[in-house]
């Protein structure tokens, strides 16, 4: 029961059967293999840099494809169908080209986008710390002016794939105390004193590698240097917003690909005399999950086309990321369920399906920052 079709254009319908022959041929066979050794999924990049598939809402001119962002999270909820982890790493990639493409200056965008457009760099984005989660303007990685440049020390948390990444999007604070002390920076791998402490153990999207990160003397050239200083925080959060819709077409991927395996597990599966799926009981949960995985989908689209249309789509993005991630969070809880026994051993994929949608629920935003965004736009508090 894949998502619907019948209304995408041509374009699209063509692109979306490219991703799913992809994801049915390299993908979806690779995806455990890579989790059980929690080994960053690398050719499956290459080959999604081959298809033209890394660069896809981004301007011809520089490397993209030209095509909306609803048509580029078509390709995320598709990929996440498949194999979650892989479609965080192009999400995460895709939030650092588009703060290229947003603030960069021409050079930036011929040096840095262009190799991002076409895959032949992977991008990441970094702005945690371990004093300054959710109240991010807190950081205190701190960029001096040094050598015509600027030196940065300092350490960062949860960065995805921010050690095999070519190009780190990095906040550091240039001046004082607040959103407005916090400037962005370029930095690219293996630039001296730049490196990965640690890789940590995770819960779930085992393959897609999340790494603590350290800066000691980096030097950083005024060419790296994204936008003017102190507008970071801005950049940070125009590519959270973009960023959040990409996590929540990941959950709705998720979540569909969790209801199709609870659809053939309970429909092959007897108990006293007939199939699991004929009981009333089965059937409701089955309609429930159904039903909020397509709101989900008509949540997120309509953030995405807002997005493309070039309106304000900052409190629909935090709805769908807010909503989208907890549909998957349910659906994969009761698709665990409704295996029964089976659902909690790793010879059935549900099981790691709800251990991965723990995870949407936090990143690009914890739930409860995505509540407290929605509610301030409401109340104007």
């Keep these: 029961m894949p998502a619907d079709l019948r209304l995408l254009d041509d374009d699209e319908r063509s692109l979306v059967g490219l991703v799913r022959e992809f994801c049915d041929r390299e993908a979806r066979p690779q995806s455990h293999d890579f989790e059980s050794k929690e080994q960053d999924p690398a050719p499956l990049y290459r080959q999604l840099a081959e298809l033209g598939i890394t660069g896809i809402p ?22 996440a169908h498949a194999y979650l982890s892989l479609a965080i790493g192009l999400s995460v990639h895709t939030l650092c080209a588009f703060a290229v493409n947003q603030f960069g200056t021409d050079a930036q965008k011929k040096e840095v986008l ?32 040094s050598n015509g440049g600027y030196s940065l020390n300092g350490g960062k948390v949860f960065c995805t794939r921010g050690a095999e990444a ?48 350290t800066l000691d003397d980096v030097e950083v050239p005024d060419s790296r240097r994204l936008g003017d200083e102190g507008i970071g925080f801005k950049i940070a959060l125009a590519s959270l917003d973009s960023g959040r819709l990409g996590i929540a077409a ?22 006293f005399g007939r199939p699991v799926a004929a009981n009333e ?16 989908r008509r949540l997120y689209r309509h953030a995405a086309r807002l997005r493309d249309a070039g309106e304000d789509y900052s409190l629909q993005a935090a709805q769908a990321k807010l909503f989208c991630t907890d549909v998957a969070m349910k659906v994969t809880t009761d698709a665990v369920q409704l295996h029964g026994g089976y659902g909690y051993i790793t010879e059935y994929p549900v099981e790691r399906f709800m251990r991965e949608a723990k995870g949407l629920q936090i990143v690009e935003g914890t739930n409860q920052i995505q509540r407290y965004v929605i509610g301030r736009r409401l109340t104007g508090a």
Excluded at 125 to 141: C, F, H, K, R
Excluded at 169 to 193: Q, S, V, W, Y
Excluded at 252 to 270: H, K, P, S
Aim: hydrophobic share 40%.
């Design 58 to 79: 981004f301007p011809e001119e520089h490397g993209g494809a030209g095509q909306s962002y609803s048509t580029y999270l078509l390709v995320i909820e598709e990929l």
């Design 114 to 145: 262009a190799r991002l457009t076409t895959g032949e760099w992977f991008g990441a984005y970094s702005l945690s710390e371990p004093g300054s989660g959710s109240d991010a303007a807190a950081l205190s990685t701190k960029a001096a002016r």
């Design 250 to 271: 990941c959950g709705i991927g998720l979540a569909q690909a969790a209801l199709d395996a609870t659809l053939a597990f309970t429909t092959d599966r007897e108990q």
């Design 281 to 296: 009981g089965v059937q409701f949960m089955l309609a429930d999950m159904a039903t909020g995985i397509e709101a989900g």
């Design 166 to 213: 070519d190009v780190v999007l990095m906040m550091a604070r240039t001046g004082p105390e607040g959103a407005r002390g916090i400037t962005a920076f370029l930095l690219e791998k293996a630039t001296p004193g730049f490196n990965g402490a640690k890789k940590e153990d995770k819960m779930g999207w085992r393959s897609s590698p999340t790494w603590s990160l």
